[in-house]
């Protein structure tokens, strides 16, 4: 099966001048997502999707699904390709959990595919993502140019900044990909038509490969994204890209949608667009005498929420299209079935999350999402059959239209952009297949140049199956010293020699391989001899797939060959007794000492002091607590978990204003919906203090005085995705 489509912003200026694809940098406000999870993150301790929890799941198996189930008003094909399980796993991938909240004026290298018109700057360290497009003869960004790159926990791996234009792949996974802080390739590719940008990477969850193609000619960017799956399994897949645009209560939507299946009320249900009374209860969604519809294609109408717009296969092309006051419009055209805006609302939670990810500070982030992919909701995947290629052409193109036409009768609205895609300086139909018939014929011609090199997996594939993966994309692996070797070298001595080294027995691993391919390569290599980081490794690959009894026996086989804490971390979640699981922590913990020269030794720590955090806080062992705040060394007391705990330590001692310092002088970036505990805490402490000066107990207004007059600060903020919150304007 293939698709096809054209990414492209097209202005009238045309140029002469040939683009050029060179390094460059931007200043940035940056905090860094740090190295990966240690600690094997099992599908059974999943559970949402964005947002995290600070709980600890214990017991093993798979866990419990979390299928999709829309509401029974929705149309068919909103059930057809429904996932039957929304949870992301992790493995083979390391939980990307730990980030900083530094804000640090910083230089960031990024790769500008440039002409006279336009500057199309791409940041390959985060996926390739777009970072900006800067529109030269308007005089300004067209994308959201997010002045900082802040992590939060909202991606399949946690860690994800907002902004730009991203390009979302999973295998039928919901949400921003395992790539969004992850290095990947760019290079370039000669073509008659001018230099090409490329990105690409393997995905390690099922062997598939994707690549964005990129160029700009004659003043348009164009963009052609192309999944290839070269096994011999049919698949499911999940593609969105995410374009990241500024937004105001004021901005306007257009797509030419007769209905939307609209999520602000959880369920997905369906709605007529864009009249609709949002966040009610009511599957007619009219209102009284049909007369109070709400206009939903302005933002300023929406408190939260994500928007599948559902469009005709009749339409001239199906698009995704704003605008503002001045009268700009930006149209994202493309072939696809779906198409959706995702806003955070005019709330406090909605302002709070914008700010925070755009560096802190009031209003500087406030941007919306226009997205499409090929099914038509996010909860939903589409085939990619075996031995198959699945590619498109979307396209963008801005000019300047008439704003009492934009802002009046949506239907009007909607004609006057079809006219405009229609004449000579739109965008046509047969403009669109040329460029996507030149996409398809430059999609596996060999890049000329590699400007940066992405992740060693898709060389160890390569090597794996004495064999190219994919034409038009070149994988490399790195020399020792380089990044990225520590990760793959016991891998390649697998392959090459059935066997680890030596030297890769005397240190932790920091990587896992989880697959059935690889699976049998570690079942085949243990026969010849079975080390303990053979039976680690076929204990987390067992894990992963369920089992418990088996995966105990190799956990405590690989102790006996050499103790060492992963495995007995391991060995303590399969537990189902909390006093059991807390008992094989602690022998972990004290374990971990007897490794302190092996290099991931601190990172490690991290892992483990963060753990063992949420799971006290979970039981609420406050004894325990008080113990293991005087256990972990000074220099891992930053890290969120830690701090919590500590400031559960200081309410149950009722030390308030111990607890309220601690509260508000720290950032805790990778709290999301775990904010209400830290919301709740700040208030917990308000009212002791208030408590302690008055030398009784608080009456029931007392108690609502303290929380007023000392609201909840600003580096707290409001949890995330909740619909209000009456402490952040």
Same mark, same amino acid.
């Given at each position: 099966?293939?698709y096809?489509?054209?990414s ?5 200026v045309?140029?002469?001048q ?8 931007i ?9 990966g999870?240690?600690?094997p ?8 999707i ?9 017991g ?36 990307q ?14 790769w500008n595919?440039?002409?006279e018109s336009l500057r199309?700057?791409?940041s390959?360290?985060f996926?390739g ?12 960004d ?8 802040q ?9 994800w900044a907002?902004?730009?234009?991203e ?6 996974i ?13 290079t ?5 038509r001018g ?5 690409y990477?393997y995905?390690?969850y099922?062997?598939t490969?994707w ?18 799956n ?13 374009v990241?645009v500024p ?11 007769t209905?939307?299946?609209?999520t ?5 249900r ?8 949002d ?6 969604f ?6 109070w519809p ?7 109408n ?10 005709s ?13 001045d009268?700009?419009v930006l149209v994202?055209?493309h ?5 959706k805006f ?21 209003r ?16 939903q ?6 031995? +198959?290629?699945? *590619? ?8 300047? &239209?008439?704003?009492? !036409?934009? @802002? =009046? %009768? ?11 895609m229609?004449?000579?300086d739109?965008?046509t139909?047969?403009?669109?297949k040329d ?16 400007h ?14 004495g064999?190219p ?8 692996l ?5 990044e990225g ?16 080294s030596?030297e ?10 989880t ?10 290599? +243990?026969k010849? *001899?079975?080390t ?6 076929? &204990?987390?690959a067992? !894990?992963? @797939? =369920? %089992?418990?009894t088996?995966?105990k ?8 060959l ?6 007995m ?19 972990a913990w ?8 092996d290099p ?11 753990e ?13 607590m ?13 890290l ?8 559960k ?14 509260l ?20 917990e ?10 030398g009784s107990?608080l ?5 609502h005085?303290?929380r ?10 409001c ?7 009456w402490?952040?304007w």
């Amino acid at each position: 099966m293939i698709y096809k489509v054209t990414s492209s912003i097209f202005l009238t200026v045309v140029t002469t001048q040939a683009a050029t694809i060179k390094k460059s940098s931007i200043n940035i406000l940056n905090s860094e997502t740090l190295p990966g999870n240690l600690l094997p993150n099992f599908l059974f301790q999943q559970g949402s999707i964005e947002g995290g929890s600070i709980g600890v799941k214990t017991g093993g198996g798979r866990g419990t699904p979390k299928p999709f189930v829309p509401d029974e008003l929705n149309p068919d094909d909103i059930f057809e390709g429904a996932m039957e399980d929304e949870r992301s796993p992790q493995l083979p991938y390391l939980t990307q959990d730990l980030w900083t909240c530094d804000r640090t004026p910083e230089e960031l290298d990024v790769w500008n595919l440039e002409d006279e018109s336009l500057r199309v700057t791409i940041s390959p360290q985060f996926a390739g993502k777009v970072w900006t497009i800067y529109d030269k003869v308007r005089e300004r960004d067209i994308l959201f140019n997010n002045r900082a790159h802040q992590p939060a926990n909202i991606a399949a791996l946690k860690s994800w900044a907002s902004g730009g234009c991203e390009w979302n792949w999973s295998p039928g996974i919901i949400g921003h990909s395992v790539f969004s802080e992850t290095q990947t390739f760019l290079t370039e590719v000669e073509t008659e038509r001018g230099p090409m940008a490329r990105v690409y990477e393997y995905d390690r969850y099922n062997s598939t490969v994707w690549q964005v193609d990129m160029m700009i000619v004659n003043g348009t960017f164009l963009a052609h994204p192309r999944i290839t799956n070269p096994t011999p399994v049919d698949l499911r897949g999940y593609w969105w890209t995410c374009v990241a645009v500024p937004a105001t209560p004021t901005t306007r939507i257009f797509a030419p949608a007769t209905h939307v299946a609209e999520t602000s009320r959880g369920a997905v249900r369906d709605a007529p667009w864009p009249y609709f009374a949002d966040a009610i209860e009511n599957s007619t969604f009219k209102g009284y005498n049909n007369e109070w519809p709400t206009d939903n294609s302005y933002l300023g109408n929406h408190q939260l929420g994500d928007m599948f717009l559902r469009i005709s296969d009749t339409v001239y092309t199906p698009y995704i299209a704003h605008t503002d006051l001045d009268g700009y419009v930006l149209v994202h055209g493309h072939p696809l079935n779906g198409t959706k805006f995702f806003t955070w609302g005019d709330s406090g939670p909605g302002r709070f999350m914008q700010d925070f990810l755009a560096g802190g500070g009031k209003r500087q982030g406030d941007y919306t999402e226009l997205q499409i992919g090929p099914a038509p909701t996010q909860m939903q995947n589409f085939p990619v059959p075996a031995h +198959s290629i699945t *590619e498109w052409t979307e396209w963008f193109r801005g000019f300047d &239209g008439d704003v009492k !036409t934009l @802002r =009046g %009768e949506y239907g009007a609205a909607l004609d006057y952009i079809e006219e405009w895609m229609k004449s000579k300086d739109g965008f046509t139909q047969s403009t669109v297949k040329d460029w996507d018939e030149f996409f398809k014929k430059y999609a596996t011609k060999a890049p000329s140049t590699i400007h940066v090199r992405g992740q060693p997996w898709g060389a160890l594939e390569e090597l794996r199956r004495g064999a190219p993966l994919v034409p038009g994309v070149t994988f490399t692996l790195p020399n020792k010293g380089e990044e990225g070797y520590a990760e793959v070298n016991p891998w390649i001595e697998l392959v090459k020699t059935g066997r680890f080294s030596e030297e890769t027995l005397s240190v932790l691993p920091v990587s896992y391989q989880t697959t059935d391919e690889w699976l049998y390569i570690l079942q085949e290599s +243990s026969k010849l *001899e079975m080390t303990w980081l053979h039976a680690l490794h076929l &204990g987390i690959a067992l !894990t992963e @797939r =369920g %089992e418990v009894t088996e995966t105990k026996k190799l956990f405590k086989q690989s102790l006996e060959l050499k103790p060492n804490p992963i495995a007995m971390r391991n060995l303590a979640i399969l537990e189902t007794d909390p006093n059991t699981v807390w008992s094989y922590m602690l022998d972990a913990w004290n374990i971990l000492p007897s490794w302190k020269s092996d290099p991931s030794h601190s990172r490690l720590t991290a892992n483990m002091v963060t753990e063992m955090s949420f799971f006290l806080i979970q039981e609420a062992w406050y004894d325990e607590m008080e113990k293991f705040v005087e256990m972990v060394p000074a220099e891992f007391k930053h890290l969120d978990g830690f701090l919590t705990v500590q400031s559960k330590v200081y309410l149950h001692k009722q030390q308030y204003q111990e607890a309220e310092s601690l509260l508000l002088s720290n950032c805790f970036p990778t709290y999301a919906k775990a904010r209400d505990t830290l919301m709740s805490m700040w208030n917990e402490a308000q009212e002791g203090i208030a408590k302690q000066k008055k030398g009784s107990e608080l009456t029931y207004v007392e108690k609502h005085r303290a929380r007023v007059d000392h609201p909840i600060p600003d580096n707290i903020g409001c949890q995330y995705a909740s619909e209000y919150c009456w402490n952040y304007w």
